[in-house]
């Protein structure tokens, strides 16, 4: 196994973890109080951080680099934690959710100018069509009946 896919691994075990804290969150407090304690649960890394990497000496442009990626996962989080309190299954909205490298291959490609192979476009295309099976909900038979 590669060195960078054990990362990965812990990763999707740790973001499927998270998934249904943030249900369970939002089953009992609002989606801003979630982001709240989301922060707070960052916080409390810092300190095995900060013994693996200093920051101090960056420049400005990396530190506005990292605090744009801060805000664009808070911002992210209280949308997913809005949708959570709203009623959305967390079986359903978060692996969905799990769908936004899609944007960040539009934003690579048109940015970054890198460019995914034929058969990494065919997993777009099938990540896609998973995304859109994953989200149909058939119709109730109670709004069956009332039509």
């Known amino acids: 196994m590669n060195h960078w896919l054990v990362y990965v691994s812990i990763a999707i075990v740790l973001w499927g973890v998270c998934g249904l804290f943030m249900k369970l969150g939002t089953n009992r407090i609002s989606a801003p109080s979630m982001v709240i304690w989301v922060a707070v649960g960052f916080l409390v890394m810092v300190p095995f951080l900060w013994t693996r990497n200093s920051i101090f000496g960056l420049d400005a442009k990396t530190i506005a680099i990292g ?63 998973g995304g859109a099976m994953l989200s149909y909900e ?10």
């Open 138 to 147: 058939p119709e109730t038979s109670a709004a069956v009946q009332e039509k």
């Open 67 to 129: 605090l744009m990626g801060g805000v664009a996962n808070g911002l992210g989080n209280w949308e997913i934690f809005a949708s959570l309190e709203k009623g959305a299954k967390a079986s359903v909205a978060i692996p969905l959710t799990a769908l936004y490298p899609l944007f960040t291959i539009i934003l690579a490609t048109g940015l970054l100018h890198e460019r995914p192979t034929p058969l990494q476009w065919v997993g777009i295309a099938l990540a896609l069509v």
